[in-house]
Nanobody
Framework: QVQLVESGGGLVQAGGSLRLSCAAS????????MGWYRQAPGKQRELVAV???????NYADSVKGRFTISRDNAKNTVSLQMNGLKPEDTAVYYC???????????????WGQGTQVTVSS
């Protein structure tokens, strides 16, 4: 009953920008944190950026200064503004949320379906 829906992926040239968005819907009581992961072919999934309910953020070293994560708590939405894209940013980007469902006492992790980001040289 809970789902994360992503949008905004696409093909851009190196140096370009993209903005990814993810909306959480369903019977959600609260969201503790939301973040973005990415996975390139043949590689492990890695954390890109995360934002917690209090507004604190954390970024992978490889994207610091280029990517910005933001959150709209009222709409249960998280966005990732990606500037100065590089070919090595090419990957499937996944939205992730640590949330508590209605009538639940524990938090759970949910994943979006992933959206492809391709950066050409």
């Amino acid at each position: 009953q809970v789902q994360l829906v992503e949008s905004g992926g696409g093909l851009v040239q190196a140096g370009g920008s993209l903005r990814l968005s993810c909306a959480a819907s369903g019977s959600i009581f609260s969201i503790s944190a939301m973040g973005w992961y990415r996975q390139a072919p043949g590689k492990q999934r890695e954390l890109v950026a995360v934002i917690i309910s209090g507004g604190s953020t954390n970024y992978a070293d490889s994207v610091k200064g280029r990517f910005t994560i933001s959150r709209d708590n009222a709409k249960n939405t998280v966005s990732l503004q990606m500037n100065g894209l590089k070919p090595e940013d090419t990957a499937v980007y996944y939205c992730n949320a640590l949330l508590t469902r209605n009538s639940a006492w524990r938090s759970e992790t949910f994943w979006g379906q992933g959206t492809q980001v391709t950066v050409s040289s």
